[in-house]
């Protein structure tokens, strides 16, 4: 097995198990009641990255690439930001027509019973974010490790708030521990899923990187905008901390960016 595989099956486990354990922090209570209180700044920390990663590393570098591996587009770029678009699109799709009960980040009271339809559509509607996900981190790392690096931290930094709500909402159903263990359990497959499938198919496809990756950030793009920072200003009042955590988020991103690219660099 080569390093590269190796590296992108670690990112993938581990951006799963983050699932995992947003859901099973449900229990004990304690331990729920403290993370419920925090999760507004881990989802205005992660918007920050995320949107920080989106705009300075992913859409410069999906410019990039196409460039240099189609030298009639360089004086268009249609096809790349329509991919772009399509990505958003096609989660605005499946998160809010197909699964129109999903909110990301959404702290439902488990004594509120919501049907079990519900509770399935959210699972179903984040199964093809989580899957993008995988993608993004597998087409950003076959491009430049630096930056597979960097939006495998945007994701992990979402992993959490995603498994807790999914489990919240298992819980608001009437479910119980094991269903709130496969939810979160099916939901993180799907991120080591699509790590795999794009690794398997992108080194057999040459150019598939350079379609992935736009339509990769059209879905990054609307977790972090469309996902994340609604659901910072709708739990976060008129706290400020909440905001600046946006900020801080960005802060993150350019530290992380600077310690790996000045480590990797050598």
Not at 14 to 34: D, E, H, K, M, S
Not at 48 to 67: C, D, H, N, R, Y
Not at 213 to 240: F, M, Q, R, W
Request: glycine share 10%; net charge neutral.
């Amino acid at each position: 097995m080569d390093s590269v595989f190796l590296q992108l099956l670690a990112f993938g486990l581990i951006a799963g198990l983050g699932n995992v354990l947003g859901g099973a922090i449900l229990f004990p209570t304690r331990f729920r009641t403290n993370y419920r209180s925090s999760l507004k700044y881990l989802l205005a920390l992660g918007a920050g990255f995320m949107l920080a990663v989106t705009f300075l590393e992913i859409i410069p570098k999906t410019i990039s690439l196409w460039q240099r591996s189609f030298p009639s587009a360089n004086e268009t770029l249609f096809v790349p930001m329509l991919l772009v678009l399509c990505g958003y699109l096609l989660t605005q799709f499946f998160e809010h027509t197909i699964a129109p009960h999903f909110h990301l980040g959404e702290e439902l009271d488990e004594e509120k019973v919501i049907s079990s339809r519900s509770a399935y559509s959210g699972v179903g509607g984040l199964l093809m974010h989580t899957f993008f996900d995988g993608v993004s981190i597998a087409a950003s790392s076959l491009i430049d490790v630096r930056i597979g690096f960097l939006v495998f931290v945007a994701v992990l930094l979402h992993k959490f708030p995603e498994g807790f709500t999914i489990g919240s909402m298992m819980l608001a159903a009437g479910k119980g521990r094991r269903e709130v263990l496969i939810a979160t359990a099916l939901i993180g497959s799907a991120t080591l899923f699509g790590v795999l499938a794009f690794y398997f198919i992108g080194t057999n496809i040459g150019f598939s990187v350079a379609y992935a990756l736009p339509l990769a950030c059209g879905v990054t793009l609307y977790v972090a905008a469309s996902d994340l920072i609604p659901e910072v200003n709708h739990h976060g009042g008129k706290k400020p901390l909440v905001s600046l955590s946006v900020f801080a988020g960005v802060a993150l991103f350019f530290g992380i960016h600077s310690l790996v690219h000045e480590f990797l660099a050598h």
